[in-house]
């Protein structure tokens, strides 16, 4: 079955204290992306990357880091968590195409509240 | 920058109501633009997409249109149901500008009653 999966799902976690939420994708997509959705914002793109080692800052990619070493996975890292981090964070994956990608495939999304 | 601007909610429709979702853009370069959909407790999905002006997305009975003129992509339903309740995310993707950056709306919740 084609999908996007995160882990974990949830995570409570105290600030200053690091953590990576894993995405993997199974579709041999070349484009992957980090969001943030939080209410009265909708989603926003943290990082992006177009293909194996080769990323870039979306709209608010401060506190994040990424890397894409595979093409199949892309970790979220947060070095140094803060409260203003809790968020709802989805993963994304699609083909790209000269640029314009195709569907963008979400997976089910990790709640984490930073204490 | 670029921007997407939608209309915010909650819209609540009775069923077989017919559904408008506005949604405006700026941006610079030729952007494909998107709705999303996400239900409860889901992450998104995509609803419908164009790529160039005047092309018409549609899917599952919406539709939307890519004016230029007026840089909109307006979500339309005919008659929805009560499936259709769920969030519907406007999303834009730039070209020219040097980015391959998606934008999204803030989400508009749409409530349909039986």
């Known amino acids: 079955e084609a999908q996007v999966t995160q882990n974990p799902r949830y995570l409570i976690t105290v600030t200053g204290k690091k953590l990576t939420v894993t995405c993997s994708q199974n579709m041999n997509h070349e484009y992957m992306s980090w969001y943030r959705q939080d209410p009265g914002l909708g989603l926003r793109q943290i990082y992006y990357?177009?293909?194996?080692?080769?990323?870039d800052k979306g709209d608010v990619p401060e506190g994040y880091k990424v890397s894409r070493k595979e093409k199949r996975n892309f970790p979220l890292i947060l070095e140094s968590p803060s409260p203003n981090q809790t968020s709802l964070y989805f993963c994304a994956s699609s083909r790209e195409n000269r640029g314009r990608s195709d569907t963008q495939y979400f997976g089910p999304g990790t709640r984490l509240t930073v204490l | 920058g670029d921007s997407v601007t939608q209309m915010e909610g909650p819209v609540t429709l009775s069923e077989e109501a017919f559904l408008t979702i506005n949604c405006t853009y700026t941006?610079?370069?030729?952007?494909?633009l998107f709705w999303y959909v996400q239900y409860p407790g889901e992450g998104l999905q995509l609803l419908l997409k164009a790529t160039k002006a005047d092309d018409k997305g549609s899917n599952k009975g919406f539709e939307a249109t890519y004016r230029k003129e007026t840089t909109s992509f307006h979500l339309e339903k005919g008659s929805v149901q009560v499936s259709d309740s769920a969030v519907y995310f406007c999303a834009l993707r730039g070209l020219g500008s040097g980015t391959y950056k998606y934008i999204f709306g803030t989400g508009t919740r749409l409530k349909v009653l039986a």
């Open positions: 941006a610079t370069g030729y952007p494909s």
């Open positions: 990357s177009m293909n194996v080692e080769v990323t």
